[in-house]
């Protein structure tokens, strides 16, 4: 009883951050935000299409770490699941996902939760790799980012190399979460440039990784929703932004919808 009071607590403070978060957000938009969306299609389209080939490069990554431990099964299928489970981020908590992809992995290939668990977090803490290479980059941190690469990254190749039993599939991971990082930035960059701003690639990319940082171990906040805009917004010093970063959650959430109907459309036809 107790602990489900607890749980009540923390789903209602999350709740009440996120939406302290969006309000403070929204003084910010302008009604310029359905003006640009309305004369620049294109601009749109592009980064919706960027962002779904990110989300189905994400679905894939899980999907191969999986089959790499448990041998042959269906990709399709795996990446359905993964695309399923992910709506369960929007759910306070933000582990909820984790639960739905483990217990469909399960159901479905008789994976272990154990290890459908341990390879989302191999997945989160690639991802985070990649996030913090290219924040001490941009900010021009060049021997924080060669003792990054040089310690961590070492350190996590021997680990996980070893963990995996193939360090092949280690760097197939790690090249893969930084093209789908490549794809996830593009996606906002051409909103950015699209919109007149003058902040370079480089300059752009250090804000979209440190929100993405932010909303990625931000778990008590749902999917990070306003934790990331809010971070982009402030370390950028232009309030204006905040259209660019809405949209772009928008456009992120319609990738993702559609990513599941893609899978569920291929698994209905290729996959047994």
């Known amino acids: 009883m107790s602990k489900k009071i607890v749980n009540?607590?923390?789903?209602?403070?999350?709740?009440?951050?996120?939406?302290?978060?969006?309000?403070?957000?929204?003084?910010?938009?302008?009604?310029?935000l359905l003006t640009f969306v309305f004369h620049h299609p294109l601009p749109i389209f592009l980064s919706f299409l960027s962002l779904l080939i990110f989300c189905l490069i994400i679905a894939f990554i899980w999907s191969f770490i999986i089959v790499s431990f448990n041998g042959r099964m269906n990709l399709i299928s795996l990446m359905t699941i993964r695309s399923q489970g992910e709506f369960g981020k929007y759910l306070p908590?933000?582990?909820?996902?984790?639960?739905?992809?483990?217990?469909?992995?399960?159901?479905?290939?008789?994976?272990?939760?154990?290890?459908?668990?341990?390879?989302?977090?191999?997945?989160?803490?690639l991802s985070g790799f990649i996030l913090v290479l290219t924040i001490l980059v941009s900010f021009k941190s060049y021997h924080a980012f060669r003792m990054a690469l040089g310690g961590?990254?070492?350190?996590?190749?021997?680990?996980?190399?070893?963990?995996?039993?193939?360090?092949?599939?280690?760097?197939?991971?790690?090249f893969f979460s930084a093209i789908a990082w490549f794809f996830a930035f593009l996606g906002f960059y051409v909103l950015?440039?699209?919109s007149g701003f003058s902040f370079s690639f480089l300059q752009t990319s250090g804000y979209y990784s440190v929100g993405q940082l932010g909303g990625m171990i931000a778990f008590f906040v749902p999917a990070g929703l306003g934790v990331r805009e809010m971070l982009i917004v402030k370390l950028s010093g232009n309030?204006?932004?905040?259209?660019?970063?809405?949209?772009?959650?928008?456009l992120c959430i319609i990738a993702e919808s559609v990513r599941y109907g893609i899978l569920i459309i291929l698994r209905r036809k290729y996959a047994s």
């Open 8 to 32: 009540n607590l923390i789903y209602a403070l999350s709740l009440v951050i996120v939406i302290i978060i969006f309000y403070e957000l929204f003084t910010y938009v302008d009604r310029s």
């Open 93 to 125: 908590g933000k582990v909820w996902n984790l639960a739905f992809i483990s217990y469909s992995a399960k159901k479905k290939f008789n994976v272990k939760t154990s290890r459908s668990l341990s390879v989302s977090m191999i997945e989160f803490y």
């Open 152 to 174: 961590v990254g070492i350190v996590s190749f021997l680990f996980l190399g070893y963990y995996f039993k193939n360090y092949r599939v280690f760097l197939f991971g790690l």
């Open 192 to 194: 950015v440039f699209n």
């Open 239 to 250: 309030s204006s932004l905040a259209n660019c970063v809405i949209l772009f959650r928008v």
